[in-house]
């Protein structure tokens, strides 16, 4: 019988405009400019979101998954319970008074995404939301992207210790994914490093993105490193920036940390022998494996890069999924680290998506990797 998991938090509909792919971009005022006309190529509308991404993605790699989103009784709201139907995966909570969030993606050749995003239904998610009589003997609780969402982040993230606290006592393994925050939102003017604090003793596996973590407990170093204007994880050193965070964050008393730094790979730590210990009971994990570690996994070259959306959501569900079949710290970030590579060849988010035995198959064949940036 497979492990039972929940993935839950952020839900919405992604519109992906498809740019042509035969020019490259360096700044987004090349092609973007105010009465310019441009040439569409086509249009995407998927689900996006943690729950569909992550959520669908595990679902596809063969695990026994429960979505748990919310959405208003809307367009958007029916074309995402509609999807989650063609999948074959439930556990929407629709509220009529609220509208359902979505997302443009602007996912321009040559440069990092932009997002154009309304959270709706999502800012009303809280922990009365759950069903809590239907988790028990649930193995792993997922949660996304919280900067997202207003109940998840107000009173200094009290709804969202409220609910990982719930989820130790009931002996589930749990893992937390963020988001960018916009400075100049509400979101931005939350104390995140207290909310961090208060939350990760209770998170067993935190898989944030260095850009979104740096941020929150390092802002001189954000500041820094977005002086140049490009893709601050492009040629980052994980060994010096990534990794103060990764032992910030393991010293805040999460059990593992998983940091996913874009074209420059990952970086993962785990806890001591006690931490580890203390990982949600219904998760059956071999705790050897796992305590004391750390390292960098590099990036697997992609066959094409259509766009990245989705990738780092992917990677979480590939680590996740070894984490479930018992595999090491060191396999699971391969797996993130493949995954993340096969996802940015499809426009859509789960188009190019493989399964783990395939991944296997094209590193033991000798998946070519990026080479490790080192000042």
């Known amino acids: 019988m497979k492990p039972k998991v929940i993935c839950a938090g952020h839900v919405c509909i992604d519109i992906t405009p498809v740019f ?95 997002f154009l995003h309304d959270p709706g239904a999502n800012d009303t998610f809280s922990c009365a939301d759950i069903p809590w009589s239907e988790i028990d003997g649930t193995a792993l609780f997922h949660f996304g992207y919280p900067p997202l969402m207003k109940q998840m982040y107000a009173d200094n993230g009290a709804e969202l210790v409220k609910m990982f ?75 010096a920036y990534a990794k103060p965070l990764a032992e910030k964050c393991i010293s805040m008393g999460c059990a593992a940390v998983l940091i996913k730094c874009g074209t420059s790979g990952l970086y993962y730590k785990t806890a001591g022998p006690e931490r580890i210990a203390a990982i949600g009971k219904n998760l059956k994990a071999d705790h050897s494996k796992w305590t004391d570690q750390e390292g960098i996994q590099p990036c697997f070259e992609a066959e094409i890069v259509r766009s990245g959306t989705g990738a780092g959501d992917l990677s979480i569900a590939a680590f996740l999924s070894g984490v479930l079949r018992g595999d090491t710290p060191q396999k699971c970030a391969e797996l993130a680290a493949a995954e993340g590579a096969a996802s940015v060849t499809s426009y859509d988010t789960l188009g190019g998506l ?16 990026r080479e490790i940036i080192s000042c």
């Open 165 to 239: 606290r719930e989820i130790k006592v009931r002996g589930i393994a749990s893992s937390l994914d963020m988001a960018a925050i916009d400075p100049q939102s509400p979101a931005g003017k939350a104390d995140w490093p207290l909310i961090l604090e208060k939350t990760l003793p209770y998170i067993d596996f935190f898989v944030p993105s260095f850009e979104e973590l740096c941020w929150i407990l390092d802002r001189e170093t954000w500041q820094k490193l977005n002086e140049s204007g490009t893709d601050i994880t492009d040629g980052l050193d994980l060994a």
């Open 354 to 369: 493989l399964q783990l035995e395939e991944l296997n198959r094209r590193i033991e064949a000798g998946w070519k990797k």
């Open 20 to 114: 042509s792919q035969q020019t490259s971009y360096k700044k987004i005022t090349d092609i973007l400019e105010p009465g310019k006309l441009i040439q569409m190529n086509n249009v995407l509308i998927n689900t996006g979101g943690s729950v569909a991404n992550t959520g669908l993605a595990m679902k596809l790699l063969g695990n026994d998954v429960r979505l748990m989103g919310k959405t208003g009784n809307d367009a958007f709201g029916h074309m995402i319970r509609d999807i989650f139907n063609s999948y074959g995966a439930g556990g929407l909570i629709e509220e009529n008074d609220a509208v359902t969030s979505y997302t443009v993606v602007l996912a321009v050749p040559g440069i990092d995404r932009i």
